[in-house]
């Protein structure tokens, strides 16, 4: 699996929109993109994934670059409750999900 | 829709005694994940089931620890003689068809070890 990199926190403006990026300059053609967030004391909690195209779900969009090598998480209008840990991965299907250290997101009212 | 159960909620153990942590999978799931994380780190891969068969276990310590899927019943993460440094919170996660489908987590089992 593609090693992935993302800033260790983040502050943003409750009603703003949060993009986390997530760099994955070594991955290949057929490594998906996930994201998972982790409130406090909870399980992760999935939110969004893709190959190449960009993606919107309830939740949030995906943003992959044309050279698949980053991508960005964007929460339109973030609340108080999206403060968690944000993890990046990108995954091979035939292999297992290893979550790194993630991004802190703290919103701030 | 009932998601991934995991019981008990905490767990406190004494060292060297046993602990038995017990998952079920969201329904239609037969792919089951089990991780740990230690206090103010993140998730680490512990094993990979799909229904009575063990597909990777790398994450896993060499002993004393164990896990099982059977055909019917949840999954079993088993710790034997357990020692301070198991304490964490464990993590179960399942899918649909293992890693080409997201994962769906439960809240996890709090173990403490006095």
């Known amino acids: 699996d593609a090693k992935t990199t993302q800033p260790t926190s983040m502050d943003c403006a409750e009603g703003r929109a949060a993009n986390l990026p997530c760099n994955h300059s070594?991955?290949?053609?057929?490594?998906?993109v996930y994201w998972y967030r982790q409130i406090h004391s909870q399980g992760p909690q999935y939110i969004i994934h893709?190959?190449?195209n960009n993606e919107t779900n309830e939740m949030a969009s995906l943003i992959i670059t044309e050279d698949r090598k980053s991508s960005t998480l964007i929460l339109p209008h973030a609340t108080l409750r999206d403060t968690a840990v944000y993890y990046c991965?990108?995954?091979?299907?035939?292999?297992?999900?290893?979550f790194g250290t993630g991004t802190s997101l703290t919103v701030i009212p | 829709n009932a998601g991934v159960m995991q019981n008990p909620r905490h767990l406190v153990r004494r060292r060297g005694q046993e602990a038995r942590l017990r998952c079920s999978p969201m329904k239609g799931h037969s792919h089951v994940y089990w991780y740990r994380q230690l206090p103010e780190e993140g998730l680490k891969f512990m094993v990979y089931l799909q229904k009575e068969n063990i597909i990777d276990e790398s994450g896993m310590p060499k002993e004393r620890f164990s896990a099982e899927f059977p055909k019917e019943g949840p999954s079993i993460l088993r710790i034997q003689q357990v020692v301070r440094g198991d304490s964490a919170a464990y993590f179960c996660?399942?899918?649909?068809?293992?890693?080409?489908?997201?994962?769906?987590f439960g809240n996890g089992t709090r173990l403490t070890v006095t």
């Open positions: 991965i990108a995954l091979n299907t035939g292999n297992q999900f290893y």
């Open positions: 996660a399942s899918s649909q068809q293992g890693a080409r489908s997201p994962l769906h």
């Open positions: 893709g190959l190449k």
């Open positions: 070594t991955i290949s053609g057929n490594e998906y």
